[in-house]
């Protein structure tokens, strides 16, 4: 099973920027990509943007161009950097992975709040 672990959310004024950590621990698919969701309150979760191992990735139309999503294979981590942050990026962000076993895991989450 793949654990894990988030960092790097926080409260950032609006047009600021933070970039969000997944480490992963534990054999993970090479096929699934590893994605960044989030869910606000009141909201279903929803995908943000995900990456394959090739490095090709996929972004929803409302952070394509101020949303970046990275990942280093050789330490099973998987970055999002997100610039020009609007209030309504405020959410609780998850990342997601497959393992090589093809059980799905989810992070713990971490809070983004972008306000004045």
């Known amino acids: 099973q793949v654990q894990l672990v988030e960092s790097g959310g926080g409260y950032v004024q609006p047009g600021g920027s933070l970039r969000l950590s997944c480490a992963a621990s534990g054999s993970i698919s090479s096929v699934y990509p590893m994605g960044w969701y989030r869910q606000a309150p009141g909201k279903q979760r929803e995908l943000v943007a995900r990456i394959f191992n090739g490095g090709s990735a996929n972004y929803i139309a409302s952070v394509k161009g101020r949303f970046t999503i990275s990942r280093d294979n050789a330490n099973n981590t998987v970055y999002l950097q997100m610039n020009s942050l609007k209030p309504e990026d405020t959410a609780i962000y998850y990342c997601?992975?497959?393992?090589?076993?093809?059980?799905?895991?989810w992070g713990q989450g971490t809070q983004v709040t972008v306000s004045s």
């Open positions: 997601n992975a497959l393992s090589s076993a093809g059980i799905m895991s």
